[in-house]
């Protein structure tokens, strides 16, 4: 694709950026047939290929953002479905955060739309708001239906049944492995504390278990995600300088062979962290944190899980989009659970967005629902016992449409090699499978 920035406007590091990406573009439409929002909306303007020529158009003319412009790129789930198919190597993730950057500085929204944002970017990575947020919405979910706005709707929808109690094991500490072979960091995150605090209490027993010492740094928090993708790059960088600024420590005192991350969504991130603070003081301890972020599933594939009997319990695993397509790890799950001695299975299709991609369904609702009902339909037509995912977005978008238990893969690891059983497989409704029989 050919570009007509000047060189004035080259010298900015973003719009620079942009330029190397928009010139790989060849227009081919290769990444429409794995859109998401493309195929529910058949939109040409809302699938990867369109919006690359409004970001184009935008950005080359130094435009005030239109509503049109706005309205399809916030439609964009960021899922990078379009990143795995495109055969130009076009790294559309790095076009849209900066086209969501520019327009949350330059177009004026209206104010229910500021006024939302607003209050999503001051609770869901605080966990402590979090949990009062979502006790207010569990008192207000009988009344969604009375909602005017279909957002304030998805949101009491949303709100979960219960709230799991704190975890101390969030605190900051180190956790003694058992026959020491690496020292890591975990991620313990912000929103999955207050939604989820199983996930990281599976986590540090098993990765103890098979010989990891596990440090949680005092000052890591939340990744900086889910404000960084409505554009808020002052906030998101101020959080994200934080966990680089602890995670490097760590580094230098008592070295790190691994940051294992639980949560999909924010391993994308982290990862990215080098790029994001390229031109930052804080540029070189960025790119040292970004080289040795990895998915739990990464970790757990260097170490020596026990290999389990096979068994009768179906798996249907659901592939997050921000593992799949964001850091391209496909398989390590997957062959993680057959090790531990799960059946497991996969949807029709896998490749595509469940429909919660951070505070997407909360944003956009109605073709949020669209997607989660499809993937249901697909995860439910494979009769699991149990639906696994590796992203907490992901199970509670899922798991408040089906009767299967959905739980997170290193729940399922850490049952198959000693651990309790999840809870998820415990509750009254969901009579729990046999238990995986370790050799």
Known sequence: ?????????????????????????????????????YQVLGDELDSPRGRIYLIKDMLENEHVPDERTVKHIDRCLSCLACMT??????????LVDHARAYIEKNYDRPWSDRALRWMLARILPYPMRFRVALLGAKIGRPFARFMPDARLRAMLEMAPKTIPPVSRNDDPQTFPAQDKKMRVALMTGCAQKALN????????RLLTRLGAEVVVAEGAGCCGALTHHMGKEDQSHATAAKN??????????????????NTSGCGTTVKDYGHMFRNDPLAEDAARVSAIA??????????????GDNNDTKVAYHAACSLQHGQQIKTFPKDLLKRAGFTVLEPADSHLCCGSAGTYNLMQPEISK??????????????????????VGCM???????????????????????GPQPPALLAQDNPAPAVPMLR
């Open 1 to 37: 694709m050919q570009t007509t920035f000047t060189p004035e406007q080259l010298t900015d590091p973003g719009t620079q950026r942009a330029n190397e990406i928009l010139r790989r573009c060849v227009h081919c439409g290769f990444c429409t047939a794995t859109c998401p929002t």
């Open 85 to 94: 198919t495109c055969p130009s190597g076009v790294h559309y993730m790095h």
């Open 197 to 204: 605090t199983d996930i990281n209490d599976a986590t540090i």
């Open 244 to 261: 680089i600024r602890a995670w490097a420590k760590e580094i230098d005192n008592g070295g790190l062979d691994a940051i294992v991350i």
């Open 294 to 307: 990895m998915d739990v599933s990464e970790i757990l594939m260097k170490l020596d899980l026990p290999e």
């Open 370 to 391: 669209q997607l989660k009902t499809r993937k249901v339909q697909t995860l439910e037509a494979l009769t699991p016992d149990i639906i696994a995912a590796g992203n």
């Open 396 to 418: 509670m978008q899922i798991g408040g449409a089906t009767d299967v238990p959905i739980v997170h893969t290193v729940e399922l690891l850490d049952w198959a090699t000693g």
